[in-house]
């Protein structure tokens, strides 16, 4: 049947359908009809069902056994019902710590909690956890005292009644029990009081009454018969005679004062007049001669001498102190103001004598029995330079006495007695004898004195502020209109020294 429609096919049953029977589909991607078994329709078909869109109660569950285990994962809490799982089906150790979340104190064990459960940080106080036990951690030899009883860790136990060894004894700075001895004046009575045992007779003095038991039970006011009356060894009352024209004055109110001078207090005395009682009566702010007693030396302290309180002739050599009117060292003194116009000054090396004096330029050394130029011999040799310690220029006189220009300055001799060189280049290398430390500076003098006393220095460049130095006091010097680099150049006219700026070197 080949053309018959679908509508009109015989009708197959449930029971007589077959997995390999076919059906007509038609394949949409295609366009397109095919066959397609049975089962493989329903198998594919079912797969291709959206998830949750089949009716459990759809399905027949007879006769159906479920896998062993099921899928992981696939049994959720919806599907447990309620109160379903019983103690039996949980496994043993199987429920922790972290899925208990509150266990009633009805649910534990009477006396199942041991000391090994509990946190030794969850104890405090004076308690701790031994390894089988909690208790208390003090531990101390039970007694008692004070009427206290404790045991081993401290606590009370009982009390008994204090006995009298239980109380400290009282000192002079602590609070404690004491004792009444006999013949201490006072009594204790059975219940502890304690009272006064002491009995007198009733009487009073000094102003005070008192009872039998020695309380004072009045006061007055003394009177002058109460008080003693003072010795030379005891204490006691004394009386103010002459009242009014004695040395003493007694006031109303009990004051003792000395009596007063005529005019009052009177301060800056010198001397003063003593009465009978040794009280002052009058007085002078000036000494008299004989009221001066001898005074040692030391007592004087400040002040001045004047010239007219000594004695012409008085002061003796040995009074001088060293160096008091000369001065002995190579070194120039400088001004000072403990140096008197007139001091000498001795240079052992040169054996040249200076004097303090006042110049034109302030106090100076000026030179003593040097002489004038002519007289002592001196002649102007030339020029050197005292940083290399050699002869720069010549003069007719420095040829004559062989010096050489270039060459170091010679030794001293007594043929250069007498002659000098004008620095003019400062230095201090002049190595000779006297001069060999010395700095010279331009328009200093190197002379030479002879063979023993060697060379010496005469500051002339450093007299500064325009003034001529130790030259201008020379009786054979002219210094006019001096200006720096200056010269001395000698006169055959009128055989005077005069300064130049020019050097004349003479004939060669």
């Not at 401290?154 to 700075?173: F, Q, R, V, W």
């Not at 043929?415 to 001069?435: A, E, K, M, T």
């Not at 700095?439 to 200093?444: C, E, I, N």
Request: include cysteine; charge should be negative; charged fraction near 15%.
């Amino acid at each position: 049947m080949p053309d018959t429609e679908i509508s009109n096919l015989p009708l197959l049953s449930e029971a007589q359908l077959q997995a390999d029977d076919v059906l007509a589909i038609a394949d949409v991607s295609l366009l397109e009809t095919k066959k397609v078994r049975s089962d493989a329709l329903v198998s594919a078909g079912i797969n291709l069902l959206a998830n949750g869109t089949i009716d459990p109660n759809k399905i027949n569950w007879t006769g159906y056994t479920f896998p062993v285990a099921p899928a992981a994962g696939s049994i959720t809490n919806v599907e447990l019902a309620d109160n379903c799982v019983v103690t039996s089906k949980l496994a043993d150790a199987s429920i922790t710590g972290p899925k208990i979340s509150f266990v009633n104190g009805d649910s534990i064990v009477v006396g199942s909690i041991t000391a090994d459960r509990v946190s030794s940080t969850a104890v405090g106080r004076g308690i701790d956890i031994d390894s089988a036990n909690i208790g208390i951690a003090n531990a101390i030899i039970a007694g008692q005292r004070n009427g206290i009883i404790w045991n081993e860790q401290g606590l009370i136990t009982g009390d008994i009644a204090l006995s009298a060894g239980d109380l400290p004894p009282a000192t002079e700075s602590q609070i404690g029990a004491v004792s009444v001895p006999t013949g201490s004046g006072l009594s204790v009575s059975a219940t502890g009081a304690l009272t006064h045992s002491n009995s007198i007779t009733p009487g009073g003095v000094s102003g005070f009454t008192y009872d039998e038991h020695g309380h004072i039970i009045n006061a007055t006011a003394l009177v002058g018969t109460d008080l003693p009356v003072a010795s030379a060894t005891d204490l006691g009352a004394v009386k103010i005679p002459n009242s009014g024209t004695g040395p003493l004055l007694v006031s109303a109110d009990g004051s003792l004062t000395h009596r007063l001078i005529v005019g009052g207090a009177v301060s800056g005395l010198a001397s003063v007049d003593v009465d009978a009682f040794g009280l002052v009566t009058a007085g002078s702010s000036i000494l008299i001669p004989d009221q001066v007693p001898d005074l040692d030396a030391s007592k004087i302290i400040s002040g001045q001498f004047p010239t007219g309180r000594l004695a012409d002739a008085s002061i003796l050599a040995k009074k001088l102190a060293d160096y008091g009117t000369c001065l002995m060292q190579e070194e120039s003194p400088g001004a000072s103001d403990d140096y008197f116009l007139g001091m000498l000054w001795f240079q052992p090396s040169t054996a040249q004598l200076r004097v303090y004096g006042r110049g034109s330029s302030g106090t100076q050394w000026s030179p003593v029995g040097f002489g004038a130029l002519q007289a002592n011999n001196l002649r102007w040799g030339g020029v050197f330079d005292a940083a290399a310690g050699t002869v720069e220029v010549l003069t007719n006189q420095g040829v004559s006495a062989g010096l050489v220009v270039g060459q170091l300055i010679p030794s001293p001799s007594d043929d250069l007695s007498g002659l000098y060189l004008i620095c003019n280049n400062d230095g201090n290398n002049v190595p000779q004898n006297f001069v060999s430390t010395v700095s010279f500076v331009s328009g200093d003098w190197l002379l030479c004195i002879n063979e023993l006393q060697g060379y010496t220095h005469i500051s002339v460049g450093s007299s500064g502020g325009g003034g001529s130095g130790y030259l201008s006091g020379l009786l054979d010097v002219s210094l006019t209109n001096l200006v720096p680099e200056d010269r001395l150049q000698y006169d055959a006219s009128n055989g005077v020294w005069n300064n130049t700026s020019v050097l004349n070197g003479g004939s060669y």
